[in-house]
């Protein structure tokens, strides 16, 4: 099978979404398809790509951002560039590229597949025709979602239920292992945070746990791994740091910038911390904590829990306070988190063979 797929900028400063198509789009090469991946902006997820032997194509633009000439011209380019690459299936990773996965479908006579990795938009895009994406929506062969709780989303936000398939992600489990079974914890403990610094994040919330644990006596300090990308993310940093000062907490909190290896960081910390305030699709930072060794909590929001199989919602909090109290009960009963179980249980439920399995079907099905 010929795949072309689409990334506008395959780089580990963007986050899981783009590390997830990496590992899906190496393993299809792995397993013998002809792979191209059309991107706009460089990132350094190419040189993984250009190491597994994926062709790469850098085009003018993923999507038409209006009815300008300029923004035509530069969809129709960017086609052109990719005509000579005649692909069976056309696969891209958000919504935002369909303008071009349309076009680079109706060229090829090919299959058209949207991998959703994101929440629905707030905006009510797919029922309204006055825009590239309500537009384009229904030449979507099929779309992809991580879970039953994201298909339901995006069912609500517009989509219809037989265009949607539910597949897990997929994590390459000897990337992401580290054998720690057992854990010596010192007397200062470490919490971490790895993430997007962006307010969605639920950093602040966080901050207040911790500041809680401090008032209550304990010797904690909190590791916060990530960087922010938009300008409203910056003023967000500025606003937390401010924050840190006002809490008199400067000299146990400790910024490291973009994390390239997140196994080895988290595999450094005594506990991880989820804090999304948002319903995101699946959260790749939750499996890669458990798989590194560092039990993990979550905020009970989307399919968190499920994914570390917590249905008593033992270790899944619903606000600061509670999220204070769970934390300071791991510190004293880390052995009830049952962390090799909920390892097999990853390992069982997200291994990345059998998830490209389901994926390549999806890419090859015929209507």
């Not at 979404?17 to 393993?27: F, H």
């Not at 990773?93 to 707030?122: A, F, K």
């Amino acid at each position: 099978m010929n795949i072309l797929a689409i990334d506008f900028e395959p780089s580990s400063l963007r986050g899981g979404q783009e590390k997830s198509l990496l590992d899906v789009l190496i393993g299809l090469s792995d397993l013998g398809h002809t792979v191209v991946l059309a991107y706009v902006i460089w990132g350094d997820h190419l040189e993984r790509y250009h190491k597994a032997g994926i062709n790469t194509k850098q085009i003018l633009t993923t999507r038409n951002d209006g009815v300008k000439l300029t923004s035509w011209w530069r969809l129709i380019s960017s086609a052109v560039k990719l005509k000579k690459y005649k692909s069976d299936v056309v696969y891209i990773n958000e919504v935002i590229d369909m303008p071009l996965g349309t076009v680079l479908s109706w060229m090829y006579s090919s299959r058209l597949v949207c991998h959703l990795r994101l929440p629905p938009p707030v905006l009510p895009i797919f029922r309204k025709k006055n825009n590239f994406i309500g537009l384009f929506v229904h030449h979507i062969d099929r779309f992809i979602v991580a879970n039953e709780n994201m298909r339901h989303a995006y069912i609500h936000a517009g989509l219809t239920e037989k265009s949607i398939v539910v597949i897990p992600n997929g994590f390459p489990m000897d990337r992401i292992s580290i054998d720690r079974k057992s854990r010596s914890l010192g007397k200062v403990r470490t919490i971490g945070f790895l993430g997007r610094i962006a307010k969605y994040k639920g950093l602040h919330d966080l901050l207040d746990a911790f500041h809680m644990l401090i008032d209550r006596g304990n010797d904690l300090e909190l590791i916060i791994g990530g960087t922010p990308k938009r300008p409203e993310h910056f003023q967000y940093l500025e606003e937390i740091k401010l924050k840190i000062d006002d809490l008199r907490l400067s000299s146990r909190i400790h910024f490291k910038d973009h994390i390239s290896d997140p196994t080895e960081f988290l595999s450094h910390l005594d506990l991880c911390i989820f804090p999304s305030t948002v319903n995101e699709s699946f959260g790749r930072v939750i499996v890669e904590s458990i798989m590194a060794g560092t039990p993990i909590l979550v905020r009970d929001i989307g399919a968190t829990s499920e994914i570390i199989n917590d249905t008593n919602k033992e270790w899944t909090f619903n606000s600061k306070e509670d999220l204070a109290d769970k934390i300071e009960k791991w510190f004293q009963h880390p052995e009830s988190y049952n962390l090799e179980q909920r390892q097999d249980y990853i390992r069982n439920s997200f291994a990345l063979p059998e998830i490209l399995r389901k994926i390549e079907s999806v890419l090859s099905e015929i209507e």
